[in-house]
């Protein structure tokens, strides 16, 4: 019987990088920003050190950077004053609103990279949550029929992608029917398929000051127990016209990354959330890791478990990484 010896395809970093099973690249990432009204202006998040709102003139000029960097994929999230919002998220609809401002601002000065959309209504919502609320419940029907139109209107204004990020049920086949009507065909529809009711989006919600008003999002966000659910969720949504499916939050949910890219016929994202982020910064904070090795060793675990595609705050500094081992 012949020895085995796994050590030999790593015993130098030529044999260990022709062996490597998996890959990180700056086009597998996606870099969700934080916008707000103004002019030149930053507003750093504390909870997110290194993360700011900008105003949209401002984060116009990051992503000439950013560009350099090869990011070519970016998530928006706006703060909405508290002032314009309101129980139907009508702010949300609002053609000369923050939104529709930043995409026709990005588009004009960057043609060519691919903006993402968030659909869902706690940004505009005065009561926080990803829904229309009454007595105390979300109304299911009465919300997809305004996320469709949210989805309509962030189509006209010019996003590549649209992100129904609320969970509610039929949503996906509702704004793909909505979109076709209208002539919108080639635009994308990334499914938040998999969002779980996470304590790990404490971070995101104190930048966009969109935490629910009372009691929590378990009816409609899924329970962490459960991933059998997670594919019934994917499947549907890619019934229903999903061009990609995404598990959010991520580091806790490397198996259902998984589960899903075993049984999708479109790529699988994986959310790396506010507080995966804010983690490994307090970590770094303290010394007690090397954060740019924990970083890469991070989204080595997306890719490795499927994801194709990963949204994360770290996006730049991961992408300045790569670039510094290609020299």
């Not at 022709?18 to 002019?39: D, N, R, S, W």
């Not at 750093?44 to 984060?59: A, E, K, N, V």
């Not at 919108?184 to 629910?212: C, E, H, M, V």
């Amino acid at each position: 019987m012949q020895s085995q010896r796994p050590r030999r395809n790593r015993k130098n970093e030529g044999i260990r990088q022709l062996v490597a099973q998996t890959e990180i690249q700056a086009k597998h990432l996606i870099y969700p920003v934080f916008v707000c009204e103004g002019t030149n202006l930053e507003a750093p998040i504390t909870t997110m050190p290194g993360q700011s709102r900008l105003s949209p003139d401002l984060l116009s000029k990051k992503i000439s950077e950013w560009k350099k960097l090869g990011l070519n994929h970016f998530a928006l999230f706006p703060q909405i004053a508290e002032t314009k919002k309101d129980s139907r998220g009508t702010e949300a609809l609002n053609d000369k609103g923050l939104l529709p401002q930043t995409i026709k601002r990005l588009k004009d000065d960057h043609p060519e990279i691919n903006l993402i959309t968030d659909v869902a209504l706690d940004p505009f919502s005065s009561d926080g949550h990803d829904g229309v609320v009454e007595n105390g419940k979300i109304l299911n029907d009465v919300s997809v029929e305004i996320l469709s139109q949210m989805a309509l209107k962030q189509a006209e204004w010019g996003t590549d992608w649209v992100a129904p990020s609320d969970m509610m049920d039929g949503r996906i086949g509702a704004i793909r029917k909505t979109l076709d009507q209208a002539g919108f065909t080639d635009t994308n529809i990334l499914a938040y398929s998999a969002k779980y009711a996470s304590s790990f989006y404490g971070p995101f919600r104190d930048a966009l000051q969109s935490a629910p008003k009372f009691g929590d999002k378990k009816t409609y966000q899924m329970d962490p127990r459960n991933s059998d659910e997670a594919v019934r969720e994917a499947l549907l949504d890619i019934e229903e016209g999903a061009d990609m499916v995404m598990v959010k939050p991520g580091l806790p949910y490397l198996d259902i990354i998984s589960r899903l890219k075993e049984i999708s016929s479109v790529p699988v994202a994986a959310y790396n959330v506010s507080g995966e982020y804010a983690m490994i910064k307090a970590a770094a904070a303290m010394k007690a890791l090397d954060e740019d090795k924990a970083v890469m060793e991070t989204m080595i675990a997306f890719r490795r478990a499927g994801a194709s595609a990963i949204l994360t705050y770290f996006a730049p500094q991961v992408a300045e990484l790569l670039r510094k081992q290609q020299v």
